[in-house]
């Protein structure tokens, strides 16, 4: 099974850009749906935000209202790679952010990774 490891997290300043990455490891995600979610501050793990999504059948991404027009997903299946360009960073972006991959043909089997910290600052 494929294990998500996301990297690129750290500390930066309001209006500042950041680029996530998750990595494909131990598998890979092929015929996965890759997706993005964060874990505000105080938030339960059950109430992730989802971020974003892209689809392994045709790559079509899709987005949550908060970050629409400032994120963009991507992919690179050479790589087994799926980023997450984070533009025009806010503090209410502050968060954990995870990746999880999803298998097209048996969509109750998901992976999770280990999350990446996103500390905004005003």
């Known amino acids: 099974q494929v294990q998500p490891v996301e990297s690129g997290g750290g500390l930066l300043q309001a209006g500042g850009s950041l680029r996530l990455s998750c990595a494909a490891s131990?598998?890979?995600?092929?015929?996965?749906?890759v997706t993005w979610f964060r874990q505000l501050p105080g938030q339960q793990d059950h109430n992730r935000e989802w971020?974003?999504?892209?689809?392994?059948?045709?790559?079509?991404?899709a987005y949550g209202d908060s970050v629409k027009g400032r994120f963009t997903i991507s992919r690179d299946d050479a790589k087994d790679t799926v980023y997450l360009q984070m533009n025009n960073l806010t503090p209410e972006d502050t968060a954990v952010y995870y990746c999880?991959?999803?298998?097209?043909?048996?969509?109750?089997?998901?992976?999770w990774g280990q999350g990446t910290r996103v500390t905004v600052s005003s």
């Open positions: 999880r991959a999803r298998k097209i043909d048996r969509p109750i089997d998901y992976y």
């Open positions: 131990g598998g890979t995600f092929s015929r996965h749906d």
């Open positions: 971020v974003a999504t892209i689809t392994w059948t045709d790559g079509t991404t």
